[in-house]
């Protein structure tokens, strides 16, 4: 065991951290979840693509640095603790792009790897429908094959981004006789296909940033199938890992907030008396955060060493969703009756962040799967307990 | 950054797992509560064979030389198996603090003998009133104030005071400070008891979770209500769930403070005694959580004397709040934060 960094990884570190120092916008994009936040935060995809920072871990063919595990643990972190802007191709790049290489052709890395990388195609993840959440195996959403295209009818709901994302990847009922997890297919749908219609839906905070997508006789290349027809449940299967464990919420997004969350503790301290329970939650959150970090750098070593990731995404991705909720739930109250204000507030402290932090951070409990799944999938898979 | 044990520290863990199945079931912990020592016949000797006693003492004295990092897995061994021996105060305290700190007569008196089980040593918290062993342990590591002090048993009275777990056989101490006792006046020294004594305590207290787990899954698993295992059901699976997840997270953080103990400083330079009191809150709080989880999920038949279930219960706790509870290691982690 040697828990420090080579000299490799803490050039590499420095490297990252010089890089986005010099580059990072000066003010703020507008917010990514409108059209002109969502444009804008494609812009900073393209120069950190550019730059080679997009995909770090990716083959350098498609403009990564094929650095290890452990580089892109520490990139996340540097990421996150320089305050760069939001990364607007998330579902693509940490959701799809493990699935791509997993499953794809040779043709589909070559058409889809690099654009993606680059912020050409932004993605985004279209699986739950009005009448499956929970149950994703319960999908109708039909794609019927009809010579070299599959024809689309019916409705997905709370696609994130999905308004003006360029390709949906898509959960699909090939067979239409099949049940439950059998005869489903992964689909991956260009945003204008004809036959598809995009209905903004306004999340929490107000922003357009859920999508209800609409097939109608919706025509879809059968080449942008992904994985074999009628399996598109265990292909699904290997995104939902990365999903729930370190590729979707690298420690770094945590450990950043933490270090915010003490120094806005600081700062009210030496303002005003704060109450020492206060203190303890902060505490609280800050050990989560450390306690994330090493389970996952134990977790990347375990990995290297050959082992599978399997159901333990489980438990990281209920505590990570859990110890949000906890950090941002600390600052508000830090921030007493600053807490409520949004950034047009004149008196909005660090520009309202501290309540759209939570806003986001409450919606990870229910995304990814929620934390009643996994925690039943922890009790059966992880610890074998009985279905039935 | 390589996060993970060598074969021969797992295979060491293994080796004393095996030990522990053999000659320290759940009947030998129940039998130490009987014993006027609380002790579990011959199980120190054959841990002192393997050389686990001696881990961290100089090979000089007959150590093993190693140290904190190679110590931790075995002492999750000792919480899993609720072992009555002192193992932690004996091996993880107070040799390594006589190994760093002891003027050479004090060392050469105590060390080989530590080493090879002859003596047995014990270490008292700055944080608690009373000593683990200290009626029949030969020397105490004790701290007053600035100073720790390494006292022979016949300097020191020791007033049994019964704990909940029998098999801890805990003792009031008083003594008198003077100069051929003084080991440190360095207040570092007084901290590093603390430290290692607390890593010591959520290294056993992960384990103790570990075991209150194993045990409420196979009873859920097995046991029938309703026609069917009450494990079926979802609020008995989230209980279980909540303690795999506590657990998950406490063992790395318990893994990362004994390799920052053991270099001296955590991985990036920072205060080993942070990474201490981090890995004790969550260990602490994982424990707390098994055992709650654990009782409610056997029913009455785990809140009877006759079911083992108890025997880890009252380990948890005792663990839990020894060698500073969660509160006050989030308050020294806190202290720093809030300075900066
Ligand atoms: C911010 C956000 C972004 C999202 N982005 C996307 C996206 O981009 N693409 C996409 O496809 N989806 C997305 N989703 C949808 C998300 O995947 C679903 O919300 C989630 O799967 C839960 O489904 P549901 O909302 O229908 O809740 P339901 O399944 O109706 O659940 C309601 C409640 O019942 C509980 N429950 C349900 N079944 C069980 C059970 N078997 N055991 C115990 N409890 C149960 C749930 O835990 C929950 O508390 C997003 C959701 C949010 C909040």
């Keep these: 065991m040697d828990l420090r960094f080579t000299a490799d990884?803490?050039?590499?570190?420095?490297?990252?951290?010089?890089?986005?120092?010099?580059?990072?916008?000066?003010e703020p994009l507008p917010p990514m979840d409108t059209p002109e936040g969502f444009e804008a935060h494609?812009?900073?995809?393209?120069?950190?693509?550019?730059?080679?920072?997009?995909?770090?871990?990716?083959?350098?063919?498609?403009g990564g640095r094929e650095v290890g595990l452990v580089e892109w643990l520490l990139f996340e972190e540097e990421y996150y603790r320089s305050g760069a802007p939001g990364r607007v191709n998330t579902n693509g790049i940490t959701l799809l792009g493990p699935t791509l290489f997993a499953y794809g052709t040779p043709e589909q890395h070559e058409r889809f790897m690099r654009p993606m990388a680059a912020g050409d195609e932004i993605w985004a993840q279209g699986w739950s429908e009005p009448d499956s959440g929970s149950d994703l195996a319960s999908i109708s959403t039909r794609a019927i094959r009809d010579g070299d295209?599959?024809?689309?009818?019916?409705?997905?709901?709370?696609?994130?981004?999905?308004?003006?994302?360029?390709?949906?990847?898509?959960?699909?009922?090939?067979?239409?006789d099949s049940e439950?997890?059998?005869?489903?297919?992964?689909?991956?749908?260009?945003?204008?296909?004809?036959?598809?219609?995009?209905?903004?839906?306004?999340r929490l905070d107000g922003e357009p940033a859920f999508a209800e997508?609409?097939?109608?006789d919706c025509r879809v290349p059968a080449v942008n199938l992904l994985g074999e027809e009628g399996q598109g449940w265990s292909v699904a299967m290997a995104t939902t890992s990365s999903e729930r464990g370190l590729n979707l919420r690298a420690p770094g997004r945590f450990l950043a907030a933490a270090g915010r969350l003490a120094d806005l503790y600081r700062r009210a301290s030496a303002e005003h008396d704060v109450d020492p329970g206060v203190l303890d939650q902060v505490v609280r959150a800050w050990m989560a955060a450390d306690a994330y970090r090493w389970q996952t750098y134990a977790t990347a070593s375990r990995l290297q060493a050959g082992g599978e990731l399997g159901a333990s995404a489980s438990m990281m991705k209920v505590f990570w969703s859990e110890l949000d909720v906890e950090l941002h739930a600390t600052a508000l109250r830090l921030l007493g009756s600053h807490g409520e204000l949004v950034a047009d507030a004149p008196e909005a402290v660090d520009a309202g962040s501290w309540m759209s932090g939570y806003l986001f951070a409450l919606s990870g409990p229910i995304y990814a799967g929620t934390n009643e799944i996994q925690r039943n999938i922890i009790a059966e898979r992880v610890l074998g307990l009985p279905r039935k | 950054m390589q996060f993970s044990f060598t074969d021969d520290q797992v295979m060491f863990a293994e080796t004393v797992r095996d030990i522990l199945a053999n000659e320290c079931p759940p009947s030998a912990v129940r039998a130490s509560w009987e014993d006027p020592d609380g002790r579990v016949p011959g199980l120190w000797e054959t841990l002192a064979a393997t050389g686990v006693l001696g881990v961290a003492a100089p090979e000089a004295h007959g150590g093993l030389d190693m140290s904190t990092l190679d110590l931790v897995l075995p002492l999750e061994e000792f919480g899993y198996a609720a072992c009555p021996e002192p193992v932690a105060e004996h091996a993880a305290v107070a040799i390594p603090l006589l190994s760093g700190h002891a003027a050479g007569p004090v060392a050469d008196e105590w060390l080989g003998r530590a080493a090879e089980?002859?003596?047995?040593?014990?270490?008292?918290?700055?944080?608690?009133?009373?000593?683990?062993?200290?009626?029949?342990?030969?020397?105490?590591?004790?701290?007053?104030?600035d100073e720790v002090h390494a006292v022979p048993a016949g300097s020191y009275t020791a007033v049994a005071q019964?704990?909940?777990?029998?098999?801890?056989?805990?003792a009031r101490v008083d003594w008198t400070r003077g100069p051929d006792t003084l080991l440190s006046d360095d207040p570092a020294v007084v901290r590093e008891v603390l430290d290692r004594g607390a890593l010591a305590a959520a290294a056993q207290a992960v384990g103790v979770g570990r075991r209150l787990l194993d045990l409420t899954v196979a009873y859920v698993a097995e046991r029938e209500q309703f026609g069917r295992p009450v494990g079926v059901n979802q609020a008995v699976k989230h209980h279980c769930s909540n303690v795999a997840i506590a657990l998950e997270f406490a063992g790395p953080s318990v893994h990362k403070a004994a390799w920052s103990c053991a270099q001296g400083e955590g991985p990036e330079g920072g205060d080993p005694s942070l990474d201490v009191s981090t890995a004790k809150v969550l260990a602490s709080d994982a424990v707390d959580l098994a055992c709650r989880a654990a009782l409610q999920c056997h029913g009455a038949i785990g809140y009877t004397i006759e079911h083992d279930l108890q025997l880890w219960l009252?380990?948890?706790?005792?663990?839990?709040?020894?060698?500073?509870?969660?509160a006050f290691h989030r308050r020294r982690v806190g202290e720093a934060l809030a300075a900066g």
Excluded at chain 1, 9 to 18: A, H, P
């Design chain 1, 9 to 26: 990884q803490r050039d590499f570190r420095d490297e990252v951290r010089t890089w986005l120092a010099e580059n990072i916008p000066a």
């Design chain 1, 213 to 216: 997508l609409f097939f109608s």
């Design chain 2, 314 to 326: 009252k380990r948890g706790w005792a663990l839990s709040a020894s060698w500073g509870d969660a």
């Design chain 1, 42 to 62: 494609r812009g900073w995809e393209r120069i950190l693509f550019d730059a080679g920072w997009s995909v770090v871990n990716w083959p350098e063919a498609y």
């Design chain 1, 180 to 202: 439950r997890h059998r005869g489903l297919s992964y689909l991956l749908v260009p945003a204008d296909s004809p036959g598809l219609e995009r209905r903004p839906v306004g």
């Design chain 2, 162 to 170: 019964a704990s909940v777990d029998h098999a801890r056989r805990l």
């Design chain 1, 149 to 176: 295209d599959f024809v689309l009818n019916g409705q997905k709901t709370w696609c994130s981004r999905g308004a003006w994302a360029d390709w949906m990847f898509c959960i699909v009922r090939t067979d239409p």
């Design chain 2, 117 to 145: 089980g002859t003596a047995l040593l014990t270490a008292g918290s700055p944080t608690d009133a009373f000593v683990l062993a200290a009626e029949r342990a030969d020397l105490a590591l004790l701290c007053a104030d």
